[in-house]
Each structure stands twice: as structure tokens, then as C-alpha cells.
């Protein structure tokens, strides 16, 4: 996949037909165009194990017009997929006919493949997640174990959001113990408890975002929002109590998910009961996700995906070609006791800082804030989002970092750390206009308690009294004795 190729997914599931169009970078894939029409193949499956006559219809209708959506759009590369309610369907082979006469492509995914493709979802999007990965769709429940970037083990149950009211309707405990039961022959889900559980589908995502609302916390991204599994059982009774018109007024809140929600919660309520998560995650990324991640090459794969979209997002509005990688090269030798998991963070705040020129000065730290906060990154937590953002205040011009929108919270070490990476890309920024040919040439780093800055003779014209007040200043900051400025 090029870095600006639209790749265009059908997902033909057991509720709805989906079409994504993605672009961006190959390595964090952005939503240009999302669509679909919920046709409800998997109600009929239920019933009498076949795709009824009335929701083939929607669907193929449906998928008449995401064809022309597809040409109009113009996609490089179309993958078309049938998940559960078409894999189960006694007449499932004909229904792929009738989507293949309308020059789709389609092909079954079985459970495994579907399984290994909700995992690879939650790897493209968080490569150091160990845990249990739920994918929840209409028909089917994918459980897959996930470590080291790496799909260690799968399977798919056949319960799904679409059934679980019938199970429910068994009697009190009915959903905990057909899953229990499913569970079972599974040992490594067994060793798989008291891991992080990454949710991953819409049903979950609606029941993450009715949390943040109760919570509180309205401005974090769905993408890693977490929540305690102990707070479940106080989500479910809180649904229940809702009227659906409430339900339906939380910001973002899909209509159709609502009457979903109590079943989707007494099902996670079972899945804890079950697997005893330490964590419960949302992610945002999911099968289709997965589908373009598998068909990236190894080399692809392991690229930071924070840093491929922030990059692929800001390299084209940096004021000169190269600017932030050579600033945060330059800070390396400042920054030398930060592992990566961390330097990366300060690399992002580089990138994004860089954009600022755009802006007024008047909101310059506002909008560089906010990019960090809200922008479609991938790979990176409300925590690091924070320390990214405050770092970008600071590098553009507020210096007192402004307090963090509601919801977004740092420790005192973060904003420490943040603080400091900010007047450094400031100061780096503002040395000869943050040329990548003077900073390329010059260094700075810590020695004998003090910030020390070595320039060559060709640039020692920079070395005046003002740079001198910078350098001390930014030396304050980092909690050193003064700085010193040789010519070399």
C-alpha cells in the first residue's frame, strides 16, 4: 500500500454492510469516507439458518451503491469480506454469487481468518498490547490472544449481539455460563486472565462512550479509553435505569447501537466474570484495520504508527524540509537518558510544532494543543496525548502550559518532562530559524552540571547576548547550572 493510497474495505457482517475508504499513511490509515446499511443478515441465521429474502435485498442494494461509491472515489485496491451471518448460512454461497454479479469481489472470511484479522487490528494500532483481544460483531465473538506484535492464539464463539437477547432470556446466569462453556475447551483464553482486555467493535464502543459521558470525560478519544472491569456491573444497572432517548443523546452515540446497549453490557459483565481482565481497552481499530494491516510488508509493519501519521499528517507544512527531524535529533543530546517508548513522544511534539507558522500567534499553543489531543493518531494514550500537547504549548509560546481541557490529566513528572522538550524545540526553533544546515551543525548537551552548545566558527555570529539569555534560561529549566556557548 502507497502512502497516499485509497484502500477501499467491505465488511458484509451479521448486522450491517459496511464500506471504509481509507488514505493516509500506509502505517496509520485514516477514514476518508464511511458508510454503510444495516440489512440484518444475521437475524435471519438465527431463526432458521438462512439469509432471509428481505435482508439479502438491503444488502445487495446497498452494495450497488458502495460500487459506484468505489469508482467515483476512484480506490486503488478493494477487499470485500463476509464475516459470520455468510460463513453460517445454509445459503450463504448464494448470496456471495449475487454480491460477485455486481463486480465485487467478495470472499468468505472463516472464523479464524477473522479472528487473526480482529487481532492484527488491535496490533496495528497499539504493537506492544498484551492481552485478550473481544471482537463483538452481530454474529460472533472473536477472542484472540495478542504479544510482541504477534497473534499467539484465536477462535471464534458463536455469540454475537444479535443472539445474546435469546441467551439472556434463558434465565439469570444463562450468558456467563454458555460462555463459560464455549471458553473451555480454549486453555490458553485460561491463561489469559487477569490481562488487559481489548474491545473491539461498535457495541463496545458505544458502551466506552456512554462511560465517558457518566464519567465526565467527554474529550478523550475512544481509541485506548479505559475503564475498570469492576465498574461494569454499575454501567449495566446505570443502562438499564437510562431511558433511550437519553441514551441516544450522548455525544456521538450511534442511534441503532442504543437498544443494543444493555445486552452489550450484561455480555461484557459476562466476559469479566469469565476472564477476570486487569483492564478493560477500547481500540479503535478493528478487523478492517487488520485486513490492511496484514497486507503490509514486515518492514512496513514495524513503523511507529504515532509517528508514520503525525508525520504523514505535518511533514508537508513544516516550514523547511527536514526542520523537526533535525530539532529532535538536536534534542537527543539533551534527552539522553529517555527510552524510546518516551523519545518518541517528544518526537511527535516536533512534528506538530512544526505547523504552527499556519496559525495566528494569538491561538498558535491552542491549536498545536489541540492537534495533539484530538488528532486521528494511533499508538498513543490520553496521558501521552497530554504530555504531547503541553510539550506543543510550550515550544510555541506559551510557556506556563494552560491548564488541560476536563478529563486530561498528567502527574507532575509528565509536566515536568513536557515542559522541558517545549522551550528545548522553542530554543532549537529559533537558532537561525530552526535551519536543519545550522542545527545539523552545531550541538547541545549536558556536561559538568551545565546546558553547553557548541557552534562552529562559520555560525559564530548566532552566538550573541540574546542567545546567551535563551540558553540560560532554557538551562533553568532543565534544572542546570547555566549554559555555556563555545565556538569550535
Known sequence: ????????????????????????????????????????????????????????????????????????????????????????????DVFVRAVQALGLPA?????????????MGVISANPQADGIAADLGGGSLELVRIRGGAVLQRTSLPIGILNVAAIRAEGKDA???????????????????????HLVGGSWRSLARIHRHHAGRLSLPLDQYGFDPEEVPGLA??????????????????????????????????????????????CAFGLREGLLYQALDAETQARDPLLEGVRFATTPLQPIAGQADAIMAWLD???????????????????????????????RAEDGANLALHGKWIGISARERA??????????GDSGGA???????VDETDLLRARRWGLAIRFAGRLA????????????????????????????????????????ALATALGLDGAQIRIS
Open 1 to 92: 500500500m502507497k502512502p497516499s493510497q485509497r484502500r477501499a474495505i467491505i465488511d458484509i457482517g451479521s448486522n450491517s454492510v459496511r464500506l471504509v475508504i481509507f488514505g493516509g499513511s500506509a502505517r496509520s490509515p485514516v477514514i476518508l469516507h464511511n458508510e454503510k446499511v444495516v440489512a440484518g443478515l444475521g437475524r435471519g441465521v438465527i431463526a432458521d439458518g438462512r439469509l432471509s429474502r428481505a435482508s439479502r435485498a438491503v444488502a445487495l442494494e446497498g452494495l450497488r451503491r458502495f460500487a459506484l461509491t468505489l469508482k467515483a472515489m476512484d480506490a486503488d485496491a478493494t477487499d470485500i469480506v463476509a464475516t459470520a451471518a455468510v460463513r453460517n448460512a445454509t445459503n450463504g
Open 107 to 119: 470472499r468468505v472470511l472463516s472464523g479464524e481468518e477473522e479472528a487473526v484479522a480482529s487481532g
Open 175 to 197: 450468558l456467563r455460563k454458555q460462555l463459560a462453556l464455549l471458553v473451555r475447551p480454549h486453555g490458553w483464553v485460561e491463561e489469559g486472565r487477569g490481562l488487559p482486555l
Open 237 to 282: 444497572q446505570m443502562i438499564a435505569r437510562s431511558d433511550k432517548a437519553g441514551l441516544r443523546a450522548i455525544a456521538g452515540m450511534p442511534s441503532g447501537r442504543v437498544a443494543m446497549a444493555d445486552d452489550a453490557c450484561a455480555l461484557l459483565a459476562a466476559l469479566v466474570a469469565v476472564l477476570a481482565p486487569s483492564d478493560l481497552v477500547t
Open 333 to 363: 543530546c539533551i534527552f539522553t537518558d529517555e527510552p524510546p517508548a518516551v523519545s518518541r513522544l517528544r518526537h511527535a511534539a516536533c512534528l506538530i510544532a512544526g505547523q504552527g507558522w499556519l496559525v495566528s500567534p494569538d491561538s
Open 387 to 396: 504530555m504531547v500537547a503541553l510539550a506543543v504549548r510550550a515550544a510555541t
Open 403 to 409: 491548564a488541560l481541557p476536563s478529563g486530561w490529566t
Open 433 to 472: 530559524g530552526g535551519a536543519p544546515s545550522v542545527l545539523n551543525q552545531s550541538r547541545a548537551d549536558v556536561r559538568d552540571g551545565a546546558l553547553q552548545i557548541a557552534l562552529p566558527a562559520e555560525q559564530e555570529a548566532l552566538a550573541d547576548a540574546g542567545l546567551q539569555r535563551r540558553a540560560d
